[in-house]
């Protein structure tokens, strides 16, 4: 229950709007946030954006093989998937207290 009876609805207001801009500012450190991802003992490594945007993908020669190009292929999409893992705890860590304190669910579009 609310103390003296009836909630304050500028209050309530206020403090939705502050959970707001709360969220779209946590929102924007994520997409300026980079992560990297590794596979095959780091021979492909992938740099997602914490909002899970691949922006860089870098193959050791090592790893490139032109007879076995699905070796090459399963490498980069496990490293893209291991970046966006970390991207994905990382919104969790970020946006999951904020989503709790806006009503719970969690928010559309993202992956929790």
Same mark, same amino acid.
């Given at each position: +229950?609310?103390?003296? =009876? ?8 206020? &403090?939705? &709007? ?22 095959? =003992? ?12 691949l922006q ?17 292929? $399963? ?6 998937? $291991? ?6 705890? +990382? &919104? &969790? ?13 969690g928010i ?5």
């Open positions: +229950m609310f103390p003296g =009876g009836q909630p304050n609805m500028q209050q309530l207001l206020q &403090q939705a &709007q502050k959970m707001q801009q709360d969220l779209a500012k946590a929102q924007e450190e994520l997409a300026r946030t980079l992560v990297d991802g590794t596979a095959g =003992g780091g021979l492909v490594k992938a740099t997602v954006t914490g909002a899970g945007e860089n993908l870098v193959i050791d020669p090592k790893a490139v093989d032109p007879e076995d190009t699905e070796t090459l292929a $399963d490498l980069i999409v496990a490293a893209v998937r $291991d970046a966006n893992d970390t991207a994905q705890k +990382m &919104q &969790q860590q970020k946006l999951g207290p904020l989503a709790e304190g806006l009503g719970g669910g559309p579009g993202l992956p929790f």
